[in-house]
């Protein structure tokens, strides 16, 4: 099973950037796939991970600013984000729990791994 994230880049503050993660799997049953973040010198968090029924969680710093979806046709995993500003400035990284059973708002990441894409929010 691989993990595939793309659509990283170099971004002015206020702007916007898609991220996508493309699978090698079908992603219609899978519990929870989510975005987790990497900045230098901190640990990583997650930023926002959504369920096979839809629902989501974001974290508080990135709420109404960005949006998690799926494309259960071409098993792809998006991230919008809109309104981006420096503290965006991270590695993300895709994630997926197979077996996942719990609430999203728990969740803290599965064994599935994409390699990071890195995003830089600077004018």
């Known amino acids: 099973v691989q993990l595939q994230a793309s659509g990283g880049g170099l971004v002015q503050p206020g702007g916007s950037l898609r991220l996508s993660c493309a699978t090698s799997?079908?992603?219609?049953?899978?519990?929870?796939m989510a975005w987790f973040r990497q900045a230098p010198g901190k640990e990583r968090e997650l930023v926002a991970v959504?369920?096979?029924?839809?629902?989501?969680h974001y974290a508080d710093s990135v709420k109404g600013r960005f949006t998690i979806s799926r494309d259960n046709a071409n098993n792809v995993l998006y991230l919008q984000m809109n309104n981006l500003v420096p503290d965006d400035t991270a590695v993300y990284y895709c994630?997926?729990?197979?077996?996942?059973?719990?609430?999203?708002?728990?969740?803290?990441?599965?064994?599935?791994w994409g390699r990071g894409t890195q995003v830089t929010v600077s004018s």
């Open positions: 994630n997926a729990d197979p077996t996942y059973r719990g609430a999203l708002r728990f969740y803290g990441g599965g064994n599935l």
């Open positions: 959504n369920s096979k029924y839809d629902s989501t």
């Open positions: 799997m079908s992603i219609t049953s899978i519990p929870a």
